[in-house]
């Protein structure tokens, strides 16, 4: 994990119980507000999910963001 954090990072730490269904292997931080599409073209594979905790985390960042 970065030493400092930004105002909508999201951290997915090893530890939470939602943690599994990210398909991520270690401690992990989502960049909101760095968030992109990407074609299913070019994607190699999926990780995972986000749900529960992680999806509301993200969510209300991005709420925040956007101002809504």
């Known amino acids: 994990l970065p030493a400092q954090l930004e ?3 999201l951290i997915m730490r090893q ?3 939602e943690f599994p269904i ?3 292997r270690v401690d992990s931080v ?3 507000n760095r968030m992109m599409t990407v074609a299913n073209t070019l994607m190699l594979r999926e990780l995972g999910t986000l749900s529960g905790e992680y999806l509301h985390g993200v969510e209300e960042r ?6 809504v």
Do not use: A, E, S
């Not at 991005?62 to 101002?67: E, H, I, K, V, Y």
């Open 22 to 24: 990210t398909g991520l």
């Open 15 to 17: 530890v939470d119980t």
């Open 30 to 32: 989502l960049k909101v």
């Open 7 to 9: 105002k909508f990072d």
């Open 62 to 67: 991005l709420r925040t963001l956007f101002q």
